[in-house]
């Protein structure tokens, strides 16, 4: 046993404080003499004096405090203190709180204040100040280090730099496109507006009517009506005219890609001239100074329209419409027309040509329902024929579908009795039309099974002999 006298600690800076409350020591003198305490400590099988004892004392509480300081946020409301051996003593004055209430309560943490809010509830994360809150217009300091006197009237603007060519192909040539597909012409004008054309204004016509050429004649026709309707709002006549101008020195190279472009420039300036886009003396101001053939052809197409016009033809309607925008009535009649030439003509390639220019393959079943009442209304076997090498190309050319084809062959079923009022033998005639139609191969079994067929009346006439009458 080791034995340490008091006296000796206190010289040796011990600091007189009476270590012995948390160590194990002996029995002392009742009398309160001062006398030597035998200390007996052992930690992990080890004797240790009292100084070693009183270090690993001081580390236990300050173990403790910091681990109080730990949880003071999440247990404040505890009441809970450190008592003077280390031990921690908790009240039960103070509900716990909630972790998650504490971490959304925006009352300042650090115990100071009245408890308002911080920033009277205007703080926190992506918050711009109160709800309700209106600012207003702050005068401006001139004490300011930043503050510059010529800029207080100053008026700020967007600016939109001028597209140059590059960039002006790149964004124009999709919104004709597009258009092409709505037909808005309010949306073009708009978008054009947007835009800082700048010397680049008169392209909008040429590069429009270069894009058209390649088209179809119903993007042509919207086309022409694009011009008409941009000529004013966005565009000037003058830009129409410088526009038409370069269209006129770049037809060399519009016949490389479409030969027949002098021929549709001259309608383009026909059309423009009769919508007021252009002034009457556009072509005459051309007499006598045209060296390109190219362009004496699209000039001279244009005079010839103007003076058909005159006489009586519309050339607002010389590029036709769109199928989808066209009447029903002016369909069939075109469709009429085309079928009576085709048997004059006998010119199957050019019949499919126009029935796709008409570019309505939604009404195709029309076209067969009026080939086949234009056989049974016919008298002779060649309008038979013919019609039927017609269907026979345009099935296998896949320009009329199964499905087009089913439905006109199933108007005509539909509307045999009363095709047969007019035409007597027009059950015999559908019959034998249908047969052959299912063995070249443009109708399948389930069409050529649903043809009707006229109920026969047989009996026998007392004076015929006992023939019997069909």
């Known amino acids: 046993p080791l034995f340490i006298n008091r006296a000796t600690l206190n010289e040796r800076g011990g600091g007189g404080e009476d270590l012995s409350d948390s160590l194990v020591s002996e029995e002392e003198d009742n009398a309160g003499s001062v006398v030597n305490k035998n200390i007996k400590n052992e930690i992990n099988g080890n004797w240790l004096s009292s100084a070693s004892n009183s270090i690993h004392e001081a580390r236990l509480k300050a173990k403790a405090k910091r681990r109080l300081r730990k949880n003071s ?43 308002l809010p911080k920033k009277g509830g205007a703080g926190g994360k992506g918050v711009w100040g109160r709800s309700g809150e209106v600012y207003e217009q702050q005068a ?41 597909e709505h037909g ?6 708009e978008l054009l507006a947007e835009l800082n054309l700048g010397p680049m204004r008169s392209e909008v016509p040429s590069l429009a009517v270069s894009l058209a050429l390649e088209a179809k004649a119903s993007h042509r026709e919207l086309t022409s009506r694009l011009l008409a309707d941009l000529c004013g709002p966005v565009l000037s006549c003058s830009d ?42 556009y072509i005459e101001a051309y007499k006598g100074r045209v060296g390109c ?17 005159m006489e ?37 390639k050019e019949a499919e040509r126009c029935l796709r220019d008409l570019e309505v393959p939604h009404f195709y079943h029309e076209f067969v329902y009026e080939a086949i009442v234009m056989v049974l209304e016919s008298k002779g076997e060649k309008t038979l024929k013919m019609v039927l090498q017609l269907l026979e190309l345009l099935s296998v050319s896949s320009v009329i579908t199964l499905d087009q084809m089913r439905r006109g062959y199933e108007r005509v079923y539909m509307e045999i009795s009363e095709i047969n009022i007019d035409v007597p033998r027009a059950y015999f005639i559908l019959e ?34 006992g023939v019997v009458k069909v």
């Open 432 to 465: 034998q039309f249908v047969d052959q139609s299912f063995s070249m191969g443009i109708i399948d079994v389930k069409i050529r099974d649903l043809c009707p067929c006229r109920g026969r009346k047989r009996f026998v006439s007392e004076g015929d002999g």
């Open 140 to 180: 401006v300091d001139q004490k300011d280090p930043n503050y510059d006197e010529a800029q207080e009237n100053c008026v700020y603007e967007t600016v939109v730099p001028p597209l140059d060519e590059r960039d002006f192909e790149n964004t124009v040539i999709p919104i004709v496109q597009e258009y092409f």
């Open 184 to 189: 808005d012409t309010n949306e073009v004008a």
């Open 312 to 348: 009586g033809l519309r050339i607002d309607s010389k590029w036709g419409t769109g199928g989808g925008q066209r009447p029903v009535t002016q369909l069939i009649k075109e469709m009429n027309l085309l079928l009576k030439e085709y048997i004059l003509s006998g010119d199957s």
């Open 240 to 281: 129409m005219e410088n526009s038409f101008d370069k269209l006129l020195l770049e037809l060399p190279d519009l016949v490389l890609d479409t030969p027949g472009a002098p021929q549709l420039v001259g309608q383009f300036i026909a059309r423009a001239v009769s919508d007021h886009i252009l002034s009457k003396s």
């Open 73 to 115: 946020s999440r247990d404040s409301g505890r009441g809970d203190s450190l008592s003077d051996n280390g031990d921690v003593v908790r009240g039960t004055s103070v509900a716990p709180t909630s972790p998650k209430s504490k971490l959304l309560d925006r009352k300042s943490r650090l115990g100071k204040g009245r408890g």
């Open 293 to 309: 053939q190219y362009t004496r052809v699209s000039l001279d197409r244009a005079t010839v329209l103007l003076k058909m016009s």
